[in-house]
């Protein structure tokens, strides 16, 4: 049996990718291995849910838990920021 896993992610991997690579710019400061540095604290703050299709569980998604969703994701992206800021500025 061939079982293909490459289709598996973790739906918040590629939208916290975009989010940081479209914050960079006002963070100056933050050299390339500090902005992976915050995806990976901004990640680890957020659940896993892992999906094959994006598209999937969007359509299942109510507006609240869409909300909340956005929510987790500019709440762990602001503390991964300050965190690492922080902790760099020591």
């Not at 659940?47 to 987790?72: G, K, N, Q, S």
């Amino acid at each position: 049996m061939n079982i293909n896993f490459e289709q598996i992610h973790n739906f918040y991997e590629p939208v916290v990718f975009e989010a940081v690579t479209n914050m960079a710019d006002s963070y100056p400061d933050f050299s390339p291995d500090m902005l992976a540095d915050v995806a990976c604290v901004a990640l680890n703050r957020l659940p896993a849910r892992y999906l094959r299709h994006d598209v999937d569980m969007m359509f299942y998604l109510t507006e609240p838990e869409r909300r909340a969703i956005d929510d987790a994701l500019q709440e762990a992206l602001k503390f991964a920021f300050g965190f690492v800021g922080d902790r760099t500025a020591r």
